[in-house]
Structure formats: structure tokens, C-alpha cells
């Protein structure tokens, strides 16, 4: 079944938890938050599932004091309780305007917004029992990324990486690395509102086949209506791999997590442009390749998203020896280039993203 939170509603506008089947059947709210002090409120971001089959989740309000709260419950409603909260003012308030995930550890990781030692938010974590609750890093005003409105990922190396939407040597976001331990810290790119850059980072990283990084930027781009751009872990490769135009069908403003479909393609959505000028649920098709043999060679054929630009590369054996034999650039939707070596032996065929 599918779990999430809305943040009003539930009869004293509070919010609620609710489930539902995945064809939109047996809607159930499974909690409703009272508004009464210690039992939290306006929850955010969604519920995750732990790895013991609870729902975690978060708050904006609430607490002891009215602050901020984590929370889990279990899928039926039952055992609803409070993990640990914050105070209204001073140090670790956990700003809730992103979601939390569950670590490899079995420890809850997440960021908060405008809390920490320089009120610039913090990358935390804790049990999933509400103890051990850390501070992995306070984010600083001089020089060092701020305000976090994203969430963090664990990525197959077994670090967490995180956007933030501000600050950085241009003020205009950050995309950071940290060990789960709270060490490591360092900050892999600088976004930049200039030159037509992508800046103002929002949602949740995505970590795609062979580690490259996928995010979404509000603004920047050719018509500083937003970005999807990748990155490698180490910092490397950044490109932007799409602008969104205010005269396309695509949207404007790309502002949530995108996700992986079964099909390869990346999903998301935008908050303004379209058709209607009300936002967009978009997708950028997955690379498939291809190989045809002809007369004259090899036909190796690439489908994707119109504008990209491949490398093709061969080997005689996997999984290296690689070399680079031609370009192709996707203006239809599909892009095609011809092998014309001229020997029968055994090939591979691979093709990569390069720059626009």
C-alpha cells in the first residue's frame, strides 16, 4: 500500500497519516493529529518505512514546547509516539522541510533549516528508538552552504550527500558530502546564479547507475526557469541535462525528489509553465542503445531525450579497453551513428552523456 501525510485537515486541522491501495482504493486515515501539546502537528515531507516495518515521519509543530517532532507509528495506526522534539528557539529546533531516511545503520538521517550553533541548519541523525540523537554538522553563513530544504541520500558508497538552497561562495546553494559518522565533510559544487548556472537546489538528490548524482534546481538554466542536472560523487561532471523553457509543455520551476520508474526514466515535477500555466509532471525518457548490423558496418541507434549529446565508445572485451570512435547529438528522440571499422570480430557498444 502506498503511506503519506497531509499537512492540514483531520478534523482540527492538524494533519493526518493516511494509506491507500495503489490503484487509489480502500483510502484510510490511519492517524489525526490532535493539536495538543507533546503529540505533534502539521506534519511534512511524507512517511518513510523502516526497516521494521514502522512509519517514521516528521513535524512542524507540536512538541513539548511546540517545536518541531520526529515520530513513528505502525502501518494499522497503532503505537503512535513521539521520538524526539525541539525546543521553539536556540540550537538543534530541526526545521521539518524535508523527509527523513533510514541508513544503512538502521539510524535515522535527515537535515533541518535555520536551526544549529549559526542558524543556517544542521545534517542530523538518531536511533530509530529517538536516542542518540547527534548533530552531524551545523551549516555556516560564511562561506559554507545554508538553509538545506532537501533532504540527504545515502548513496552505494555509504556517504550521505545533500543539497542546500543557499550560500556557497555564490549564495546560491551547495551540494555537500558527509559521513554518516558526521566526519568528511566537504562541499562538492557551488552553484552559481550567473551564466545561465543552475542554482537554488530543492528535494532530495537521486543516486542513477554508476553513481552519478540527479538533482533539480528551482531556477537557472537558459531561461532561469529551473534545471535536472547530474554530477558524479566526486564532484566531477557536472552538467546540466535539462532547461526547462516557459514555451515548452514541460514546465517551469522543477521543485520536488525525482524518482526512477521500472521503465529507466527519471519522473518529477514542476510548479508553474505547461499548458495551463499550473505545473507539470514531467519525465526524461531512459538512454537505450541498439546495434544493427548493415552492409557498411555497425548501426548503433540511441533513443533518449531530445538535445542530448552521446560518445560512442567500442572494446573487443569486457569490462574495459573502451575507446571513444564518434559523437551523435539526439534531435528527434532518437540519434544514430555508423561503425564503419570494417572487421567481423566481436564488439560491445557503449555510449555516455557529454556536454550540451
Known sequence: MLYGATRYGGGVDAGTIFKLNKDGSTYNVIHRFTGATGT????????????DGRLYGRT????????????????????FMILYDSAVS??????????????????LYGNSSGDGDHAAGTVFSLNNNGSGYVVLHHFDTSGDGNYPEGGVIEASDGRLYGTTSYGGAFDSGVLFRIDKNGSGYSILHQ?????????????DLHEGPGGMLFG????????DSGTVYIIDRDGGGFVILHSFLDSQRAGQNPNATLIRGPDGGLYGTA????????????????ITLTIVKEISGYRVRITGTMGQRYAIERTGALPSGW????????????????????????????????LP
Open 40 to 51: 505533534g502537528s502539521l506534519p511534512t515531507a511524507g512517511v518513510i518505512e523502516g526497516s
Open 60 to 79: 512542524l509543530k507540536g512538541g513539548g514546547s511546540d517545536g518541531a517532532t520526529i515520530f513513528r507509528l505502525n502501518r494499522d495506526g497503532t503505537d
Open 90 to 107: 536556540g540550537g538543534n529546533q530541526f526545521y521539518a522541510y524535508s523527509g527523513l531516511i533510514e541508513g544503512s545503520d538502521g539510524r
Open 191 to 203: 552553484f552559481n546564479s550567473a551564466t545561465n548556472d543552475a542554482y537554488y537546489p530543492l528535494g
Open 216 to 223: 533539480v534546481t528551482y531556477f537557472g538554466g537558459s531561461d
Open 271 to 286: 510548479v508553474y509553465g505547461a499548458t495551463y500555466g499550473c505545473g507539470s509532471i514531467f519525465r526524461i525518457a531512459p
Open 323 to 354: 575507446m571513444e570512435i564518434g559523437n551523435a547529438e539526439n534531435m528527434t528522440g532518437t540519434a544514430e551513428f555508423l561503425d564503419t571499422s570494417g572487421d567481423n570480430v566481436q564488439k560491445f557498444y557503449r555510449c555516455r552523456l557529454t
